[in-house]
């Protein structure tokens, strides 16, 4: 049975930083791993994405520089490192798993629960 | 502003049928798979359609997907008050190295 649960979030200011989990479970590593955004009111924004193997890694412009997206095989568990962290960061993360082409990486096909960040001083 | 584009909101009644449009560019759905989801209330993101008219294992055969050019189309059919959600499309951008989804429609059943 595919298990996402994603850990971390939590009440910061802005400016800091936050590092949220993802454990997988269920699946062999051998999958790219997503986080996925949804802002109050508003629908889901990708965030970044990292290859089986940790090496490929891409992110959206409005994290890039300042979240880094890697991942611990012997783990099973993906993270997700967020800095600077703004108001506008503020969000329910979900992580998912990616499948499909390009390379693994084309939709989310199992997710998490979410964890909630909010970013306020 | 969302880089694949849906309508905001569809109605219709039980039982009838919906279509749920999402536009986009070549980079994206014109040469990528196209993919559905669907967030119920209040629970996470549920993968509906891949590869642009595949369903996983679970989902009915009410919910179908389609594609043409740089556009596709989510339908449903026999509409049923469990089916009101948001429905969201998604592909991955060549050009943006990005996963891309659609600003969300919103499902509301009569």
């Known amino acids: 049975q595919v298990r996402l649960v994603e850990a971390g979030g939590g009440l910061v200011q802005p400016g800091t930083s936050l590092t949220l989990s993802c454990a997988a479970s269920?699946?062999?590593?051998?999958?790219?791993v997503h986080w996925v955004r949804q802002t109050p009111g508003k629908g889901l924004e990708w965030v970044a994405v990292?290859?089986?193997?940790?090496?490929?890694?891409y992110y959206a412009d409005s994290v890039k520089g300042r979240f880094t997206i890697f991942r611990d095989n012997s783990k099973n568990t993906v993270y997700l490192e967020m800095n600077s962290l703004r108001p506008e960061d503020t969000a329910l993360y979900y992580c998912?798993?990616?499948?499909?082409?390009?390379?693994?990486?084309?939709?989310?096909?199992?997710w998490g629960q979410g964890t909630l960040v909010t970013v306020s001083s | 502003q969302s880089v694949l584009t849906q309508p905001p909101s569809v109605s219709a009644a039980p039982g009838q049928r919906v279509t749920i449009s999402c536009s986009g560019s070549?980079?994206?759905?014109?040469?990528?798979?196209v993919s559905w989801y669907q967030r119920l209330p209040r629970t996470a993101p549920k993968l509906l359609i891949f590869?642009?008219?595949n369903r996983p294992s679970g989902i009915p055969d009410r919910f179908s997907g389609s594609r043409s050019g740089t556009s596709a189309t989510l339908a449903i059919t026999g509409l049923q008050p469990g089916d009101e959600a948001d429905y969201y499309c998604?592909?991955?951008?060549?050009?943006?190295?990005?996963?891309?989804f659609g600003g969300g429609t919103e499902l509301t059943v009569l």
């Open positions: 998912a798993r990616g499948n499909g082409p390009p390379l693994g990486r084309g939709r989310c096909d199992y």
């Open positions: 269920g699946f062999p590593t051998t999958y790219a």
């Open positions: 990292v290859s089986f193997g940790g090496v490929d890694y």
């Open positions: 070549s980079s994206n759905i014109g040469e990528n798979y």
């Open positions: 590869d642009n008219d």
């Open positions: 998604g592909a991955w951008d060549s050009s943006l190295s990005a996963l891309v």
